[in-house]
Nanobody, 115 residues
């Protein structure tokens, strides 16, 4: 069974930083588009950042200039560096990997930003 495992969530103060990581053992990592999404109770899951297999990046408007997505194909990891955190960044963050008909999600990691 394909697994995506997130780590790095936790509690941060407003203005602080956190770095999320997501790793997998599957063999299509290098050709996949990798994304981070987040969700708060009662709201739709929203795309935070995305990086293609050619390392083209896309960011949600609310995180542009503050968050950076990157990938390490050798170690099959994708990262989300989150700087200048705000209380409204509080959410469960999910890692997503997709390529053709394959679409995998992690279990999520909680990020809480205190004011």
């Amino acid at each position: 069974q394909v697994q995506l495992v997130e780590s790095g969530g936790g509690l941060a103060q407003a203005g602080g930083s956190l770095r999320l990581s997501c790793t997998t053992s599957n063999l299509i990592f290098s050709v996949s588009t990798l994304s981070w999404y987040r969700q708060t109770p009662g709201k739709e899951r929203e795309m935070v950042a995305e990086i293609s297999s050619t390392e083209t990046t896309t960011y949600g408007d609310s995180v542009k200039g503050r968050f950076t997505i990157s990938r390490d194909n050798d170690n099959r990891e994708v990262y989300l560096q989150m700087n200048h955190l705000k209380p409204e960044d509080t959410a469960v963050y999910y890692c997503r990997q997709h390529w053709r008909q394959f679409d995998y999600w992690g279990q999520g990691t909680q990020v809480t930003v205190s004011s």
